[in-house]
């Protein structure tokens, strides 16, 4: 038997506004394109603190490109419901400055880091309002050798 679902026209535009964040803004380091995927009052919560206004959102954009040389995001699921996606995706990059983290600060030039997330989207006029982000920070702190297990 064969289920044929079919998304709503929103759902397929909130979905590929999330996809061209991830490939185009983080992945490519696009900013230009940030006006045109999240709402003016967007406010993203993210391990490190909570980021509001696409001034913000450039931000986390630009300290991206400087903390990596190379950036690229697989998404593995995407969903969602009414004004709300789910992207269960894996972040690879290389080093090519300085990591800042909740433990502190640290120069991981050339160091290669892989580690899994889910953000999950609200959306407002089709553009992108809030976004909560969980990610594997540990895992990437034992990656980069920042503390050794025992």
């Not at 506004?17 to 003016?40: A, C, T």
């Not at 991981?108 to 553009?127: M, P, S, Y």
């Amino acid at each position: 038997m064969t289920i044929d679902i079919q998304l709503s026209h929103q759902e397929s535009v909130h979905r590929q506004v999330v996809r061209s964040y991830f490939h185009k803004v983080l992945d490519q380091g696009n900013v230009e394109l940030i006006e045109d995927l999240f709402h003016p009052q967007c406010v993203m919560h993210r391990p490190g603190g909570t980021v509001v206004g696409l001034d913000a959102v450039r931000g986390v954009v630009e300290h991206r490109k400087e903390t990596f040389s190379q950036f690229g995001t697989e998404i593995h699921d995407i969903f969602g419901s009414g004004d709300r996606v789910v992207a269960r995706l894996t972040h690879r990059g290389v080093g090519g400055g300085i990591w800042r983290s909740r433990l502190g600060s640290y120069d991981i030039t050339g160091k290669t880091v892989t580690w899994n997330a889910i953000a999950i989207f609200r959306f407002e006029a089709d553009r992108i309002i809030e976004e909560w982000v969980t990610r594997d920070e540990l895992g990437v702190i034992l990656q980069l050798g920042l503390f050794q297990t025992v």
